[in-house]
């Protein structure tokens, strides 16, 4: 999945301010963007320790860190809060304009539990960690630029440590602020001084420790806030700079509508609700549920800096802010995949073939479409495999068809070991179904014959066929391989009871390079063993 990874760029949608980067930035010029909101100096305390550091000839912050490294700052003092505009006059308190770095550490409090935001607007560059974990990096020689990203809160009335480090290179104009959003809170803000306090901070796990990458399956799993994960009816996962984001579908009778979650460790309590990209709630005049769009797979589009989002039927959604992952998203448009299939038979037989369940890979800047094709006469089944145009809005070209058994379908790509695997399902109606795999070593081919992934322990009834799910995916996550099936409690409840849960996510073990799928009622995704 590196291909995927990306630094998120979040922009001002987020904001109580419905404006540009540019806007906003320009907004920065002002002597502090929220005077209003600051204390009299009567209220003031100066709770943040600043250290001032020579940085000459610096083009990036130390790999190390400020904070652990043998620098030795000129300057100390105690501030009260990180905002610092734009100027070519000294920065902060170093009495430096340039060739200046800085180390910033305060403890933070945060009154409410769940997802938080954090911005950094920096020039140059500048690097946030909350708990000691890398959170930002906003580093390099730049002009002013913001990056956003979420953090979980998992405790009320939490302290946390921050630490920013910046620096400021030969070139004229620094600039330094950090924002932030609480949990349950809608809008940005510079961290005001009252917000600081002296205490050191409580003992929390952070997002990186075991408790929050543990996987407990047969059991419906919750959001940060407390909500069902509804990301159903093949939602699939991508990462971006080490955060996943999971686009999928609700599968209740009430409500289809395709939401997005983010999570830094996958864990089964760890994943945030940030977002709908189509929100489709209630039934038609007639009665009947106003249908989703299923087997999403969010990707990112280089050239047009926007993510992208597939859906079955070949439904392309797009997001309205460039660098915006959990933004708002529109409908862009629906392609007709019949149009490949014209050359295929006599007399029009393209009108006989109907495309199905589909999933999207990315390699190298180029996307592609796995898509499901049924011949409706026959019954027989293909896997087309089609290649994006540069702005992943078109379809570019054919890539493969392949002739597969029939009643298979829910193909996903993905590499190991230089090899190129296609792992998918034989539907089995809502009950759980097997899953098989073909290898190549190009996505045109040829492909091996068809393989079954073997399951441990194997079932020993139909419905607990692939641990009573259909597949989804198999990934790569950091060296642990897993895999993910969907159960359809909503669907066909008297064979998935709904306090089994919506999905599971099991541990993939390779044997001289065959999959096999082993099932843990709780796993540590971070140190499985076996």
């Known amino acids: 999945m590196a291909s995927?990874?990306?630094?998120?760029?979040?922009?001002?949608?987020?904001?109580?301010?419905?404006?540009?980067?540019?806007?906003?930035?320009?907004?920065?010029?002002?002597?502090?963007?929220?005077?209003d909101d600051r204390p009299t100096s009567k209220e003031t305390m100066n709770l943040l320790q600043a250290n001032y550091y020579v940085a000459d000839d610096w083009t990036q912050l130390p790999d190390n860190g400020l904070v652990s490294s043998s620098f030795i700052p000129y300057k100390s003092e105690m501030i009260d809060t990180i905002n610092y505009p734009k100027t070519i006059g000294h920065f902060a308190g170093s009495e430096k304009s340039v060739s200046v770095a800085a180390l910033f550490t305060g403890n933070l409090e945060f009154k409410s539990k769940g997802v938080a935001w954090f911005c950094i607007i920096s020039a140059d560059g500048s690097k946030l960690f909350v708990d000691d974990e890398l959170i930002i990096n906003n580093d390099g020689v730049h002009v002013d630029r913001i990056k956003c990203q979420s953090y979980e809160i998992k405790e009320e009335s939490s302290v946390h440590k921050i630490t920013v480090e910046y620096f400021k290179s030969s070139t004229q104009g620094s600039s330094l602020m950090l924002k932030w959003r609480q949990p349950r809170n809608r809008l940005f803000s510079i961290i005001l001084p009252t917000s600081w306090i002296a205490s050191v901070p409580t003992t929390q796990p952070s997002m990186t420790t075991s408790s929050s990458s543990i996987i407990r399956n047969n059991q419906i799993w919750k959001d940060t806030d407390?909500?069902?994960?509804?990301?159903?009816?093949?939602?699939?996962?991508?990462?971006?700079?080490?955060?996943?984001?999971?686009?999928?579908?609700?599968?209740?009778?009430?409500?289809?509508?395709?939401?997005?979650?983010?999570?830094?460790?996958?864990?089964?309590?760890?994943?945030?609700?940030e977002n709908y990209v189509d929100r489709r709630e209630g039934t038609t005049e007639n009665g009947k549920k106003i249908t989703g769009k299923r087997n999403c797979t969010l990707l990112f589009c280089s050239e047009t800096e926007k993510y992208v989002i597939f859906c079955k039927g070949v439904t392309i959604y797009e997001s309205t802010v460039k660098n915006s992952v959990v933004g708002s998203y529109e409908f862009s448009k629906k392609l007709d995949v019949k149009?490949?299939?014209?050359?295929?038979?006599?007399?029009?037989?393209?009108?006989?073939?109907?495309?199905?369940?589909?999933?999207?890979?990315?390699?190298?800047?180029?996307?592609?479409?796995?898509?499901?094709?049924?011949?409706?006469?026959?019954?027989?089944?293909?896997?087309?495999?089609?290649?994006?145009?540069?702005?992943?809005?078109?379809?570019?070209?054919?890539?493969?068809?392949?002739?597969?058994?029939?009643?298979?379908?829910?193909?996903?790509?993905?590499?190991?070991?230089?090899?190129?695997?296609?792992?998918?399902?034989?539907?089995?109606?809502?009950?759980?179904?097997?899953?098989?795999?073909?290898?190549?070593?190009?996505?045109?081919?040829?492909?091996?014959?068809?393989?079954?992934?073997?399951?441990?322990?194997?079932?020993?009834?139909?419905?607990?066929?692939?641990?009573?799910?259909?597949?989804?995916?198999?990934?790569?996550?950091?060296?642990?391989?897993?895999?993910?099936?969907?159960?359809?409690?909503?669907?066909?409840?008297?064979?998935?009871?709904?306090?089994?849960?919506?999905?599971?996510?099991?541990?993939?073990?390779?044997?001289?390079?065959?999959?096999?799928?082993?099932?843990?009622?709780?796993?540590?995704?971070?140190?499985?063993?076996?």
């Open 226 to 273: 407390g909500n069902t994960v509804w990301a159903s009816l093949g939602g699939h996962i991508t990462r971006f700079d080490d955060i996943y984001y999971w686009v999928g579908t609700d599968p209740r009778q009430t409500d289809s509508s395709n939401r997005i979650y983010s999570s830094r460790t996958l864990g089964s309590s760890s994943w945030a609700f």
């Open 339 to 530: 149009a490949l299939l014209g050359n295929r038979g006599a007399g029009g037989m393209h009108q006989n073939y109907k495309a199905g369940g589909m999933s999207a890979y990315s390699e190298d800047g180029k996307a592609y479409l796995i898509i499901s094709i049924k011949h409706q006469k026959s019954l027989n089944r293909y896997c087309l495999v089609v290649e994006m145009s540069s702005d992943y809005l078109s379809i570019m070209r054919e890539v493969l068809w392949l002739p597969v058994a029939k009643r298979r379908e829910a193909f996903w790509l993905f590499r190991k070991d230089e090899k190129y695997y296609m792992s998918y399902d034989g539907p089995g109606g809502w009950m759980g179904s097997d899953c098989y795999y073909r290898t190549a070593n190009s996505l045109e081919g040829p492909w091996s014959d068809e393989l079954e992934i073997r399951m441990d322990p194997e079932p020993t009834e139909d419905k607990m066929r692939s641990h009573a799910s259909q597949h989804r995916y198999i990934m790569n996550i950091d060296g642990q391989w897993i895999y993910g099936g969907d159960r359809y409690p909503f669907h066909a409840p008297d064979l998935h009871p709904v306090s089994n849960g919506l999905h599971i996510m099991c541990p993939v073990r390779w044997e001289d390079g065959h999959p096999t799928v082993v099932w843990e009622d709780e796993w540590n995704i971070r140190n499985y063993t076996g």
């Open 4 to 35: 995927f990874r990306r630094i998120v760029i979040l922009s001002l949608w987020l904001s109580p301010f419905s404006a540009t980067h540019s806007a906003l930035l320009e907004k920065h010029k002002s002597e502090r963007e929220f005077p």
